[in-house]
């Protein structure tokens, strides 16, 4: 499934380009997969060392492996939920809006737009060693006073980003000028239209 | 003296897979329904099922030799004395 599915396009709209959250964002649930799955095996080295695991009662013992089992099963899904969660949080920017689709849980999933020409501002910050290392951190696109703003948080680039954010915003908004500009020469018309409909009333 | 076979002990196990089998579902629809029914979203997929099949391999494994219906003594209760 591409990007473009994920939403529907308006007439002449053009995907820019689409953000996630950096790739090394993801080692924090990976280390936190690997230390939980290590503690059954820490547990059994300081309670039983290097003697076989057989417990007294046999009721204990079948109890112990099931529960061992239900442990993994947990974890397993519980790093396979941060993995969806990670993946499907997605920021897309076209030539007209900018989308933020976040995955809210497992159950939970927001969509918000931002026509671009309502964008004030865009921030963007680069916090610390490692993402200062890895070049990755957060983009502000700052609305009007009454409205949220949106953030890209742990995005890859966020400088160029921002840069380039800066220049649809600014493409679009003479885009809608221009648009706005053309509307007059449709005005005669109208006009023509509205005294002929008067015409037809008796009114003219 | 209370006894019981160790089949109760699956009760909430069978209970725990059906959470467990749920999830699994909830997690890997959502996934080929929101944008990653692709390489990534297959393969994340593919390693999640693989994974929850060995954890359950080797749990069958280590209690294949466990005889399920044969009552275990749970504790010897005290006679009553009177």
């Known amino acids: ?204 | 003296m209370i006894s019981l076979p160790p089949i109760v002990l699956l009760i909430p196990y069978a209970l725990f897979a059906l959470g467990f089998t749920f999830f699994a579902f909830a997690n890997v629809i959502s996934l080929g329904k929101y944008g990653a029914r692709n390489t990534i979203g297959l393969m994340a997929s593919f390693v999640f099922i693989c994974g929850a099949a060995i954890i359950v391999f080797l749990t069958w494994q280590s209690v294949a030799a466990v005889d399920w219906f044969t009552p275990v003594p749970l504790a010897s209760v005290p006679a009553p004395s009177f």
């Open chain 1, 1 to 204: 499934m591409s990007i473009k599915q994920l939403f529907t396009q308006n007439p002449g709209e053009k995907v820019e380009f689409s953000l996630r959250r950096h790739p090394i964002v993801f080692l924090g649930p990976i280390l936190v997969f690997l230390v939980l799955a290590a503690i059954p095996y820490g547990a059994k080295l300081i309670i039983f060392g290097d003697a076989p695991l057989v417990l007294s009662h046999p009721f204990l013992h079948i109890g112990l492996r099931l529960f061992v089992s239900i442990y993994y099963l947990s974890i397993w899904i519980f790093f396979f939920s941060q993995f969806t969660d990670y993946y499907l949080d997605i920021n897309i920017v076209t030539n007209d809006r900018i989308l933020d689709i976040e995955q809210k849980g497992l159950f939970g999933r927001s969509v918000s737009e931002l026509d671009l020409t309502r964008v004030q501002d865009v921030h963007s910050e680069i916090k610390g060693i490692i993402p200062t290392m890895l070049n990755y951190g957060t983009v502000e696109v700052q609305t009007a006073a009454s409205e949220e703003n949106f953030k890209f948080e742990q995005v890859s680039n966020p400088h160029r980003v921002r840069q380039r954010i800066l220049e649809l915003a600014a493409l679009d908004r003479k885009r809608e000028a221009r648009e706005i500009m053309d509307q007059p020469k449709k005005t005669p018309d109208a006009a023509a239209a509205g005294r002929n409909e008067m015409k037809n009333q008796g009114l003219g």
